[in-house]
């Protein structure tokens, strides 16, 4: 049976090789055509008008909506305007609700995002007779890491607003990661393990992510009952909406990591530790990986899968990585072969439908690993279209062409952007403008979608909106105009001022080519090794902030106005200060202490004036995301400790600062607590060894810092607000007049070479 399987694989291959991408794509029909929408069109129609009434409750009669499979082979919306009515008819609620979204976009310049709606919708709604398909089978939405650096804390008021975002954007697979650690639970008692072992694999909330993808273990946890409890009602209503709506979520299937119990329980299977990952000692990082062709791994993912099913039903779809920054223990084709094919068996024994999508940052991560050799032998170790891959950094890295189209197998062209949810602004407009259209095209494509796979959200969304836009768009846009009429739609105003601060933003900042995904000087560790430099001249950035500042007078009651202008000055303040930073490195090593406390001055008020400038605005607060992993805790001891899990993840990431800075916030409460506090130090202990003649030792001012602000910070229990403080525009104002001077003659400084 299995030499037959690797003989039709091989011939499925071959075939999709020689195929036009039409071919392909009819050919994924068939091993994907059961995957669909459970809910009736009644069902998807009226959720989809619920969607409508929680945007625009007050006109929410004036639209109606249709949903009809039959209406075209991929997803399409049309919108007609009949007897002051506007007809939403649509494959499934959620390309219903796409439409809605496509309508106020472009014929009532409507805009809702993460941070800001605006819905100034026009009393007489504009007459519309368009017909949209999508260009894709599927619209593809999180990374395994989102659930932990954005979702984390959220309660289904949260859920249920993004939800909506979700399908107003035509997202219809999407992954839904709530609830498994209860059902792991279950299973590892079932598997004769203690709750003391239980407890001890477990991480806090807050590191769950990398817990699931085996990379560390234990970390800020254990999970409590109630924690369980809220995960699996929280999961049931999130899979109860999405299901409504017609989207697809995609439940997690075992990827073979186990807690170090299980070598204990079961001495003779094959089991190997997992490498250490970024610097997590033995008490934290190792867990256990069990090898795929043990009976035991179908034992122990056949009853995850049944209990996960029993549970929360299914949509025949799973997410499961299990070499994520982690290697094979055997180099050899054939072992990996057999480990493909047994990790897709323990899903298809549960059920026989199921569908494997894998994240590719395996092959992004580890090239020298996965030579194509390797990643072919574990692609076509599974059917032709009975695994999906995310080319999860299709703007950056794709892989798709390098893997010869995946060998066949399907994949999804998706935008990465962000990792750790850091908030420098960033983005490559023109790629994801051009690239998923010559993908879609390419000789021989196996393309069947495209995707959001961020680490976090709540940043840059205008480049998310942007790429959004791909799943339905036929050939690349006017980036100029596109820009121009996003700060219209935003901002709910045609600004000449807003216009050019974008059309400045477009060619600039979101033409990126090489910066490290917003890893800034101020928000680093302080030393005198750090690197700096743009992509773009920072005079430009300048010219921006002056045309945003000077479209005050109309925006100044615009909503996505003032998160953005807080935005692109805490943009200006932290790219200025690589520049104060690079003049602190020229003097100190130049032994100039006259300029030495001058830039060393200069970078601790610019830290003041940041504070000053982000505390105007709640989406650039602390207190909401401490508040919030607060609000999901039982009782005070659980509330002291996803506390921790909260501000550890934003700063220390470990007990040690393993991944120091990785996931850093530049929002006021961090800035002020945390990122100025070190760089005080920093600075002082450099002034004493300037002035005294003595030597530098970034060790011992390194233990300083983690001492007595970084360790602090993360067990700090002091209360911060969750409402912001002062105006945002005459605060700005304020700290555009104070600077500017002194920022124009810096522009030397930012790109110096070290």
Known sequence: MINRLKITTLTIFLVVNTLSPTCCKDLFSATLGHIKPKATPETQAAAAQDVISRIIPELASSFSVVVDPDLGETDVFQLQKQDNLIQITATTGVAAAAGFNYYLKYYCNCHVSWEASQLNLPEDLPDVDITVPFNDRFRYYQNTCT??????????????????????????????????????????????????????????????????????????????????????????????????????????????????????????????????????????????????????????????????????????????????ENRPT?????????????????????????????????????????TVERAQALLTSVPIGKMIVLDLQSEFSPKYDDLDQYFGQPYIWCMLHDFGGTLGMFGSSSVI?????????????????????????????????????????????????????????????????????????????????????????I????????????????????????????????????????????????????????????????SFNGGDLHSFDYYGTTILDMFADLEFILVTNEAFLLGPWVQSAMNAAADVDEERQFQQNARNQITLWGPRGEILDYAAKQWAGVISKYFAPRWKLFVEYANETLTSGGSFDQSYISGKIFDEVELPFTYDESVLPVVPIGDTIETAKALYDKWMPTLKTMESLINMKK
């Open 330 to 370: 055997s180099e050899d084709v054939t072992y990996l072969s057999n480990v493909g094919k047994s990790i897709y068996q323990a899903m298809t024994d549960s059920d026989a439908d199921a569908i494997w999508i894998l994240q590719n940052w395996l092959f992004v991560n580890s090239p020298s690993f996965w």
């Open 523 to 586: 928000i680093n560790s302080p030393s005198f090794s750090l690197s700096t430099g743009t992509w773009y001249n920072t005079s430009d950035l300048l010219d921006s902030w002056t045309y945003l500042l000077a479209a005050a007078d109309n925006l100044a009651n615009s909503a996505g106005y003032l998160h953005d202008l807080v935005d692109v000055t805490r943009q200006v303040f932290q790219v200025y200060g690589d520049a104060f930073y690079n003049g602190l490195y020229t």
């Open 147 to 324: 659930t932990s650096y954005s979702f984390v804390w959220w309660d289904w008021t949260q859920w249920e607003k993004h939800i909506d975002w979700m399908v107003l954007n035509g997202f219809n697979l999407v992954l839904a990661f709530n609830g498994q650690e209860a059902i792991w639970e279950r299973v590892y008692r079932r598997f004769n393990l203690t709750q003391e072992e239980i407890d001890g694999h477990f991480s806090g909330p807050a590191f769950l992510s990398w817990l699931r993808m085996g990379n560390m273990r234990g970390w800020g946890g254990p999970l409590s009952p109630a924690w369980h409890s809220r995960s699996i009602a929280l999961q049931k209503q999130i899979l109860e909406r999405m299901r409504s709506l017609g989207m697809i979520p995609v439940l997690p299937a075992f990827a073979g990591h186990l807690p170090r119990a299980f070598k204990r329980l079961y001495p003779d299977a094959n089991m190997d530790m997992m490498g250490a990952w970024v610097g997590f000692d033995d008490a934290y990082c190792c867990p256990y990986f069990l090898d795929p062709t043990e009976t035991l791994f179908n034992e122990i993912g056949r009853a995850f899968m049944d209990e996960q099913i029993k549970e929360f039903g299914t949509d025949h779809v799973y997410n499961c990585d299990s070499f994520n």
């Open 433 to 521: 403008n051009e690239a998923p259209h010559t993908a879609r095209n390419e000789e021989n494509s196996t393309m069947i979608g495209t995707g959001l796979t961020p680490e976090g959200i709540n940043q840059n969304y205008v480049i998310y909106e942007l790429m959004t836009e791909a799943a339905w768009r036929t050939s690349p846009d006017n980036l100029t105009e596109w820009f121009e009429n996003y700060a219209t739609r935003r901002y709910g105003f045609a600004d000449d001022n807003a216009k050019e601060a974008w059309r400045i933003l477009q060619r600039t900042i979101y033409e990126f080519k090489n910066r490290n995904y917003g890893q800034y000087v």
